[in-house]
């Protein structure tokens, strides 16, 4: 499984600390991992030289991988907004042959996720760790019409869909005869 799992370094961070006898570095790093078909994960690590905080940020990224339900494989099933302190994103699906329309760290998630088509709005702030914490709260929150349609007891194709929802309401105003 290890070795079908993309990762993608989005940024190292150095940091200092003064002490005693002079300064000392230390590296931060997030990683972004994914399977590249539905399943993505993030994670950060500190450490004293780069490769080690490289790899502690890749084994907190395998531990917290999310599962997110996409349609035909390619695209989100809806649009949704994500939030994560003071990182705002805007995720819309897309038709086939946009391509992945993102900034840095956003399209570092799409790509490990599998998405290959997508426009996405980052919002507030440019800092990698809220852009991508807020990317994948929005992430987690969307669901699949199967999985709605099962919620509800019904079946998927009961459910108006967003291209659907003029000719809904037109049945349902034929329907009670409000014509």
């Given amino acids: 499984m290890a070795?079908?799992?993309?990762?993608?370094?989005?940024?190292?961070?150095?940091?200092?600390?003064?002490?005693?006898?002079?300064?000392?570095?230390?590296f931060a790093a997030i990683v972004v991992v994914g399977d590249g078909r539905g399943k993505v994960g993030c994670g950060s690590g500190k450490a004293?030289?780069?490769?080690?905080?490289?790899?502690?940020?890749?084994?907190a990224a395998k531990?917290?991988?999310?599962?997110?339900?996409?349609r035909e494989g390619r695209t989100l099933h809806h649009d949704?907004?994500?939030?994560?302190?003071?990182?705002?994103?805007?995720?819309?699906a897309a038709p086939?042959?946009?391509?992945?329309?993102?900034?840095?760290?956003?399209?570092?998630?799409?790509?490990?996720?599998g998405v290959q088509?997508?426009?996405?709005?980052?919002?507030g702030t440019s800092n990698p760790h809220n852009m991508i914490k807020a990317t994948l709260e929005a992430l987690q929150?969307?669901?699949?019409?199967r999985t709605i349609a099962q919620k509800r007891s019904k079946?998927?194709?009961?459910?108006?869909l967003r291209g659907d929802a003029d000719t809904a309401v037109e049945e349902k105003e034929a329907e009670h005869g409000d014509n």
Wanted: hydrophobic share 45%; glycine share 10%; proline share 4%.
């Fill in 3 to 26: 070795s079908e799992l993309v990762e993608k370094l989005v940024a190292v961070n150095r940091v200092t600390k003064v002490v005693k006898g002079g300064r000392r570095m230390g």
């Fill in 48 to 59: 004293r030289e780069v490769p080690d905080a490289v790899r502690k940020a890749t084994e």
């Fill in 63 to 70: 531990r917290a991988m999310i599962r997110v339900p996409l």
């Fill in 80 to 92: 949704i907004y994500g939030r994560f302190g003071a990182g705002k994103v805007y995720l819309r």
């Fill in 96 to 113: 086939t042959g946009t391509g992945i329309i993102a900034g840095g760290p956003m399209r570092a998630v799409f790509e490990a996720l």
């Fill in 117 to 123: 088509d997508i426009v996405a709005k980052s919002v």
């Fill in 141 to 145: 929150d969307i669901r699949s019409p």
């Fill in 155 to 160: 079946k998927v194709s009961d459910l108006s």
